[in-house]
């Protein structure tokens, strides 16, 4: 079945480090993917999405390139800031049971002054 | 616009009570669903609804009940807690799928519930 893996956490980085944040997917076809960030004790937001093969989501810096030929969907930004912790999920929207998203395990992020 | 909206925010059980999770959402959207977040295990689906009056199964559906009587509202009924089922409960919903359309799914602010 479809399933997402992303690199296990927690990463710990100094502010203005570069961030990856690594996602490889399994799936059947080309289904959209996404990055869903998660501040503490708050619900899951969209950071950005890409829903065919070479699109680039970006957004507040952050960026992810959709790869077929990798099968993967990283994460990237330039310059982190202490604001940007928080605990990031990777997923694909499947195209079973009405477009369910499929989750990785989720990677914390702690950004230090 | 609420969003999607939640409650309780938290609450402990006793193993074998019930109760219901409230969720809804003032956007009009024909998907709903539910997924439980467990430490280590990203979020897992427990019920979807694609419309008013059609629910199906998730990947751990197992305890849990749901309803969908309105576009608005998505209750998620557990039926006798047990402990397994203590986790971060979040609702979601979007636009529905078909055709192949890509719609984000908007998150609730989640249900912490302990089962003791």
Avoid at chain 1, 61 to 85: I, P
Avoid at chain 1, 96 to 103: A, R
Avoid at chain 2, 41 to 65: C, F, K, W
């Amino acid at each position: 079945g479809d399933s997402v893996t992303q690199m296990e956490g927690p990463v710990t980085l100094s502010e203005e480090a570069f961030l990856t944040i690594n996602c490889t997917y399994t799936a059947t076809g080309y289904p959209s993917l996404f990055w869903y960030v998660q501040y503490p004790g708050e619900g899951l937001q969209l950071l950005l999405k890409a829903t065919k093969a070479d699109d680039k989501g970006s957004n507040k810096g952050f960026e992810a390139t959709y790869r077929k030929e990798t099968t993967s969907f990283h994460l990237e930004k330039g310059s982190v800031q202490v604001s940007d912790s928080a605990v990031y999920f990777c997923a694909l929207r499947s195209l079973n049971q009405g477009g369910k998203l499929i989750f990785g395990q989720g990677t914390e992020l702690s950004v230090k002054p | 616009n609420a969003g999607v909206t939640q409650t309780p925010k938290f609450q402990v059980l006793k193993t074998g009570q019930s109760m219901t999770l409230q969720c809804a959402q003032d956007m009009n959207h024909e998907y709903m669903s539910w997924y439980r977040q467990d430490p280590g295990m990203g979020l897992r689906l427990i019920h979807y609804s694609v419309g008013a009056g059609i629910t199906d199964q998730g990947e751990v559906p197992n305890g849990y009940n749901v309803s969908r009587s309105t576009t608005e509202d998505f209750p998620l009924r557990l039926l006798s807690a047990a402990p397994s089922q203590t986790s971060v409960y979040f609702c979601a919903s979007s636009y529905s799928t078909s055709g192949g359309a890509t719609y984000e799914q908007y998150f609730g602010p989640g249900t912490r519930l302990t089962v003791t």
